[in-house]
């Protein structure tokens, strides 16, 4: 059985999973051991239970996870109303439940399990059966976590459904002139959308828009974090050598602005070399699309991508100036449990669609 | 057959060339993230090495000022003045500068080193050295600011209080924020040195007093200096609180009670609005505000004089007498006597005969008496027999309906709840059942029984307005946001009976309150004299004025003052005469 399971194993998927969690996890070291904290052992606890979480999910087989979509789905919302009700607060936001010593983020966990309920969803109905229905339904079903994060507020993860549905559609095939028509009608709908909004609300959406508009804080990290970046040149200043992030310059330097101190200690290599492992993260991703003939597996992979490249854009773009300051992590890289075994686990499933495509 | 394979043919064409685009997509992201990366890191890479090796992007936080509280008359209770405070960037300070520092603000090396070391919220962020030094010392540092690079003077806010210890309690102060709280606190708006309300109104409005603060983040040269404003965000101003105190009545209580632990509260029955709460002792919050002070602050805290706690609202004591209007109200209500029901005092009551006497305040006894003469001459007999008709669980219904056992929603911190004790009640606490003779202590609020004075304030001033509920109140109110009138559960002929009663206190010569006369109009009062052994009874006085339209409720309350009819009662006749001069003669 084992040999059976290792040889349907895509290896150069595996590798760029392993290297991300792998650099993600000394750097983490680098960015935190001045803090005395105890992440870099926790990480590499979370490093085992992922990879460990990853395998058993490919072992069991995405389509024992499509059958329970709307399950976890439910499970879900549920624990998304529950951090509302019974969350811990830090720094200003709702987003932790405690489960005994682990504080766990249903926000991560609502994520993937929208994934699965919309390519199931999606891919048991044709687009050509009553489309409208159907894609009210799909959108339906995204703003329902869409809203109960956005409340919490965490305005950076709620925007991730925005891509994850927009790449959804457009591989199960929605008319583009439907695609075109919402885009529209998204750009319209917006100053009617502005007007709903409480002052605050507004003011961190213009923040996320004109950092410059909050010196204090987003702005004050954005040209930090590419001081930070931009500093480490080509080569960088050397493993535990960086001196902005150490210095804490950049805040959350082990969470979302873990790539400040890749780029600042690894410069320009490094950063090619994360870069080049996400790309091919991203290639082997796509083969396995390419090789699979069921609707619903195509659509769960292009959802895992959507998310997790718009993720990975938004990080290393806020870093380097092409993107405002956002709550967004790195993926596999970033320190964060809940995130860390999610990915996996999201990750997994591609590769269960690897293992199974023999059965056509 | 053959337009299906044609259009599945398309499909699958279509599917191809989507796929393609979403990949294409993908891969022109991270092309662009590379170029990204390559600019920063290559093009200005040096550039940006430059600005990190010398520190040069610099963030300075700027407090907004605090909003200011008033009076109902326009007088400032808490406002900000400026204050010079000699700050200095500690990666820019040498040695040199240290000692020289030290020696124009008369503090030792190591003094200032401590001060640089403390914990900043920003790197390159300025430590605050010393607060509020004056103005000439301030313009010497200024001028020889070539000799101290990284020192500079920045102007802030200093809370101030200037009628000091006259409204401390219901004020309160601020203080520094404290890293735990800082955790938990928004960074938008809580800095790791902002100050933060501690106590009353200033703890309470805080969120609307602080307002939000602003910074400015700049780009300077190797030598501290401004090269150019990278952008700044001006600080939002908190908003101003204006309160229904009125100063001048609440300064005149203040110097009436100073000498005593004593606590007085007048209620306009008209708004519901608190006029005065005044609690001796009391303290200067100004020295919780201003830098040093820390003998003085300890002391505050640790003293046995408690002058922190607000004795009107923070604290209950047993009410004694005055406790007689809602079992009056009780036997009333439920019907066990009449106005007119007589029982005869001769000093004392025994529930069985060569049982344990209970005594009335006066041994040679008051004679037969009517509720309205038991009232007036607080016969403790004529209650004894009352309670020998009523419950102990229905004395505690009325007293929850006049609100004495529950929280109020006054704007201040640490309401002490009270308590009211009935029989489920004692089963809890003690594991035992009523006795009857409880039942006569609870008669004359004495037993378990715990109110605190406002929460009497309030009592009085629902049987003043004939039942209609009260909800005194600090803090100014919409006058647009009109409440309907709830009433409390009591016929209004068992309430008017009671006030005839609390007239006679105040206007008959056997009345126990007949030292709080006044001349020019009537009063109704009720006395009460709190047993509290083994030191002195606790004096109390409440009521309201005048009898018949009445305008104020009030509460006098004396720790330890001896009797009600005496400490209190004489309290209350100054008072009025205060009330009167400002308020009646002045819109005459």
């Not at chain 1, 084992?2 to 895509?10: E, F, G, Q, T």
């Not at chain 1, 709307?70 to 987003?95: D, E, F, K, N, P």
């Not at chain 1, 996400?278 to 895992?304: E, N, R, W």
């Not at chain 2, 720790?559 to 004489?570: L, M, V």
Request: charged letters at 20%; proline letters at 5%.
């Amino acid at each position: 059985m084992w040999r059976r399971l290792l040889k349907d194993i895509h290896w150069p998927f595996i590798f760029s999973i392993l290297g991300l969690a792998f650099v993600g996890t000394i750097f983490i070291h680098s960015a935190a051991y001045h803090d005395g904290g105890t992440y870099e052992t926790k990480q590499w606890f979370w490093f085992f239970m992922g990879i460990g979480a990853m395998f058993l999910v490919s072992m069991v087989g995405y389509r024992t996870f499509l059958s329970l979509a709307y399950v976890l789905y439910a499970v879900a919302m549920v624990s998304l109303i529950w951090v509302h009700i019974a969350g811990q607060t830090r720094l200003g936001a709702q987003r932790w439940l405690s489960l005994g010593p682990i504080a766990f983020q249903p926000s991560e966990f609502a994520k993937m399990a929208t994934i699965l309920a919309l390519a199931n969803f999606l891919g048991s109905h044709y687009r050509w059966e009553k489309e409208n229905r159907i894609i009210l339904a799909a959108v339906v079903l995204c703003v329902l976590p869409f809203l109960l994060i956005v409340k919490q507020p965490d305005l950076g993860s709620a925007l991730l459904y925005v891509p994850m549905l927009v790449g959804m559609f457009f591989i199960w095939g929605i008319r583009y002139r439907y695609f075109i028509g919402a885009c529209l009608a998204g750009l319209l709908g917006a100053p009617f959308f502005w007007g709903f909004l409480k002052g605050y609300q507004k003011e961190r959406i213009l923040v996320f828009l004109d950092p410059s508009r909050d010196p204090l804080g987003a702005g004050y990290t954005a040209i930090q974090s590419q001081i930070a970046v931009g500093s480490g040149g080509l080569f960088g200043k050397g493993y535990l050598a960086g001196t902005q992030s150490q210095l804490q310059f950049v805040p959350e330097h082990h969470t979302d602005f873990i790539f400040c101190v890749i780029g600042e200690e690894w410069g320009f290599l490094g950063a090619i070399v994360i870069l080049v492992l996400y790309g091919l993260l991203f290639k082997t991703a796509f083969a396995i699309l390419d090789h699979t003939t069921d609707m619903k597996a195509q659509l769960l992979i292009t959802g895992v991508i959507a998310v997790i490249f718009t993720q990975v854009f938004v990080n290393l773009g806020m870093t380097v100036g092409l993107m405002p300051i956002t709550g967004i992590t790195l993926p596999l890289v970033s320190y964060g449990g809940t995130s860390f075994i999610m990915t996996c686990v999201s990750l997994g499933l591609i590769s269960s669609i690897y293992q199974t495509r023999s059965i056509f | 057959m053959l337009r299906i394979h044609t259009s599945s043919d398309l499909f699958s064409k279509k599917l191809i060339t989507r796929f393609s685009i979403f990949r294409i997509s993908v891969y022109a992201g991270l092309i662009c993230l590379g170029l990204g990366l390559f600019r920063a890191q290559l093009l200005m890479g040096a550039y940006f090495r430059n600005l990190s090796e010398q520190n040069r992007i610099r963030l300075v936080p700027s407090e907004a000022p605090r909003g200011r509280v008033f009076d109902s008359k326009g007088n400032l209770l808490a406002t900000n003045r400026p204050s010079y405070d000699v700050v200095a960037i500690p990666e820019d300070i040498t040695p040199a500068v240290i000692s020289r520092l030290g020696r124009l603000l008369g503090l030792k090396d190591f003094e200032v080193r401590k001060r640089l070391t403390a914990p900043r919220e920003y790197p390159f962020a300025p430590a605050v050295i010393k607060e509020d030094i004056s103005r000439t010392l301030a313009f010497q540092i200024e001028e020889r600011r070539p000799e101290l690079p990284g020192v500079s003077i920045r102007v802030s806010f200093l809370r101030s209080y200037p009628y000091k210890e006259t409204a401390s309690h219901l004020i309160g102060y601020i203080g520094k924020i404290s890293p735990e709280e800082y955790q938990w606190l928004d960074h938008k708006r809580y800095g790791l040195n902002s100050l933060i309300g501690r106590m009353g109104i200033e703890r309470i409005f805080d969120e609307k007093l602080r307002g939000m603060r602003g910074g400015r983040q700049m780009e300077v040269n190797a030598r501290g200096e401004l090269i150019k404003v990278i952008s700044e965000r001006m600080p939002e101003p908190g908003e101003d609180i204006i309160l229904t105190l009125d100063l001048e009545f609440q300064s005149r209580i203040m110097d009436l009670i100073r000498i005593r632990h004593a606590s007085v509260a007048v209620l306009d029955l008209a708004s519901d609005s608190v006029l005065v709460l005044a609690s001796s002792p009391a303290f200067d919050p100004n020295v919780f505000v201003a830098p040093g002070n820390d003998q003085i602050r300890l002391g505050l805290i640790q003293s046995e004089e408690a002058p922190l706690l607000d004795r009107g609202v923070g604290s209950a004591y047993p009410p004694g007498s005055v406790f007689k209007l809602v079992t009056a109200l009780t036997a009333l209500e439920t019907g066990k006597i009449t106005p007119e029901t007589r029982f005869y005092c001769k000093g004392l009551l025994r529930l069985r005969p060569g049982g344990r006497p209970y005594r009335c305040w006066r041994q040679q006894g008051h004679g037969s008496l009517n509720l309205y003469e038991a009232i007036e001459r607080s016969c403790n007999v004529y209650f004894y027999n009352v309670a020998k008709r009523v419950s102990p669980d229905d004395i505690a219904h009325y007293a929850r309906q006049l609100g004495l056992g529950e929280r109020m929603r006054l704007e201040v911190l640490n309401i002490a709840p009270g308590l009211v004790p009935d029989s489920i009640w004692k089963k809890e606490r003690f594991h035992d059942k009523w006795y009857q003779g409880e039942t006569l202590s609870y008669a004359i609020g004495q037993s378990y029984l715990l109110v605190s004075p406002i929460q009497m304030l309030r009592l009085v001033a629902i049987i003043a307005k004939n039942g209609i509920y009260a909800e005194p109140h600090l803090v100014m109110e919409d006058t647009s946001r009109s409440r309907s009138p709830q009433r409390v559960a009591i016929r209004e002929e068992n309430l008017k009976a009671i006030k005839r009663g609390m007239i006679q206190v105040v206007e008959s010569d056997y009345g126990t309150g007949q030292l709080a006369r006044v001349d020019f109009n009537k009063m109704a009062g009720k006395t009460g004299t709190a047993q509290s052994p083994p030191k002195e009874p606790h004096s109390w006085m409440t009521g309201f004025f005048p009898a018949t339209d009445p305008q104020i409720a009030f509460v006098v309350f004396v720790e330890h003052g001896g009797s009600g009819g005496i400490t209190s009662a004489k309290i209350v006749k100054e008072m009025l005469h205060i009330w009167k001069e400002l308020y009646v003669a002045k819109a005459a």
